[in-house]
């Protein structure tokens, strides 16, 4: 699939806290593409203090999403760029069925899709344990307690059910995130190889 020249889209989809974020960065430098985490763009914008940030500061402290429109428009440009023309890791969007069909209508307007659905599948006690170690590691404020209950609570309904039309298309690759840091990357690069996704070169996370 990604012999040399070759292409590669994936998304990287796992409640908070499955550990998706430092796994997608892996897969991402081995595949040669950029990661792109519509979270991590969204964070940045705030701390930057640009318009965008703004307009989502309030919304991203309370868990809610950015509205699909603001947040499809954000992706599309993203991965216009040069860099995302020979793939991306997608981590964090789409969040809901309409991001997934923004995000259906883009590729397809460029004759593209995805190749793999990369599903961390984390219990909600884990996810919740993982988030408070994070909160105390990284100061994140939106993982409070009531905080990280909303954004699990919206992953549970909103961006779970995505994974069924994935799974219908048969791309979805089913990972079981409990483990350490190695043991799930190198499931996730098993799961891949499976699907004949392979990086050109093999690196120190696949070797
Ligand atoms: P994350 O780092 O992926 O957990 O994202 C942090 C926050 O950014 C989320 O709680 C949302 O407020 C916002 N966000 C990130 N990705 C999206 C998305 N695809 N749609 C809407 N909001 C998003």
């Known amino acids: 699939m990604t012999a040399s020249g070759a292409s590669v889209r994936l998304l990287i989809v796992g ?6 974020g430092t796994q997608g960065v892996l897969v991402a430098q081995a595949f040669g ?5 519509t979270g991590d763009i969204f964070r940045s914008n705030v701390a930057g203090g640009t318009e965008l940030g703004k307009r989502v500061q309030a919304i991203i402290e309370s868990g809610d999403l950015v509205p699909d429109e603001l947040t499809s428009e954000l992706v599309r440009d993203r991965l216009s760029q040069p860099d995302a023309a020979r ?5 964090g969007y789409p969040r809901n069925q309409g991001q997934l069909d923004d995000l259906d209508e883009f590729l397809r307007s460029r004759g593209e899709s995805l190749d793999a659905v990369i599903e961390l599948i984390v219990p909600r006690d884990e996810s919740i344990r993982r988030l408070h170690q994070r909160a105390v590691e990284q100061g994140r404020n939106d993982d409070t307690e009531e905080i990280i209950a909303n954004r ?3 992953y549970e309904r909103e961006t779970a059910p995505i994974l069924g039309i994935y799974r ?5 690759a089913e990972i079981d995130g409990v483990g350490s840091l190695d043991e799930v990357t ?9 699907r004949g996704i392979l990086p050109d070169a093999p690196t120190a996370a696949t070797a």
């Open 33 to 37: 593409v950029p990661q792109v985490a």
């Open 87 to 91: 793939g991306f890791l997608l981590d």
């Open 152 to 154: 699990l609570a919206i």
């Open 186 to 194: 190198a499931r996730i690069f098993a799961a891949l190889a499976d």
């Open 15 to 20: 409640p908070q806290g499955s550990g998706k």
């Open 168 to 172: 219908d298309r048969g791309i979805v």
